[in-house]
Antibody, heavy 121, light 109 residues
Framework: QVQLQESGPGLVKPSQTLSLTCTVS??????????WSWIRQHPGKGLEWIGY???????YYNPSLKSRVTISVDTSKNQFSLKLSSVTAADTAVYYC?????????????WGQGTMVTVSS | SYVLTQPPSVSVAPGKTARITCGGN??????VHWYQQKPGQAPVLVIY???DRPSGIPERFSGSNSGNTATLTISRVEAGDEADYYC????????????FGGGTKLTVL
């Protein structure tokens, strides 16, 4: 059973770059057929999709964040990562990594536990 | 981009049936997924492909989708079902393919 675990700093200063990593265990990120996503949730609010990456490296980003987002994959470490540049307080949120596949109609069937990131000086 | 509309809250007594709606333009032509999120926890997929249940999800959870409305139905509601519920679609024709509804807080009275 695939499991996901987010890691990274819980506090980031304004204007800096937020960097998070999602480690995949119980399966290979290179197995194909799965898209690896980042999703965030502002405090007390709903879910916002940030973007996804395929193991080949192809990416797709939320247009509203596209100019600041980079998602990358490291197949050797079975990890994928999120970088969000020029952060402001509005980027304070719980960040989740999740996986989706054609098999489930592109539903997010596996989620990490989430990691809280606060943007503050 | 595509918009999904959910009621902010739904209340139901234990043992009764809860219905949570998700509205969208011609949503019946899309596959709808539903997530349950309890406080401090990650979302959990409870329905995918409109009405399929992942393993481990009780049969009390069911879904339907037609026209402009998808519905998550929870039968014989239990106190443990109290949570936020989100609908989601994958709109492959859009530059914003992943869309979530705003969420519905289910309160068990």
């Amino acid at each position: 059973q695939v499991q996901l675990q987010e890691s990274g700093p819980g506090l980031v200063k304004p204007s800096q770059t937020l960097s998070l990593t999602c480690t995949v265990s119980g399966g290979s990120i290179s197995s194909g057929g799965y898209y690896w996503s980042w999703i965030r949730q502002h405090p007390g609010k709903g879910l916002e999709w940030i973007g996804y990456i395929y193991y080949s490296g192809s990416t797709y980003y939320n247009p509203s964040l596209k100019s600041r987002v980079t998602i990358s994959v490291d197949t050797s470490k079975n990890q994928f990562s999120l970088k969000l540049s020029s952060v402001t307080a509005a980027d304070t949120a719980v960040y989740y990594c999740a996986t989706t596949a054609d098999l489930t109609g592109w539903a997010f069937d596996i989620w990490g536990q989430g990691t809280m990131v606060t943007v503050s000086s | 981009s595509y918009v999904l509309t959910q009621p902010p809250s739904v209340s139901v007594a234990p043992g009764k049936t809860a219905r949570i709606t998700c509205g969208g333009n011609n949503i019946g032509s899309k596959s709808v997924h539903w997530y349950q999120q309890k406080p401090g926890q990650a979302p959990v997929l409870v329905i995918y492909y409109d009405s399929d249940r992942p393993s481990g999800i009780p049969e009390r959870f069911s879904g339907s989708n037609s026209g402009n409305t998808a519905t998550l139905t929870i039968s014989r509601v239990e106190a443990g079902d109290e949570a936020d519920y989100y609908c989601q679609v994958w709109d492959s024709s859009s530059d914003h393919p992943v869309v979530f509804g705003g969420g519905t807080k289910l309160t068990v009275l």
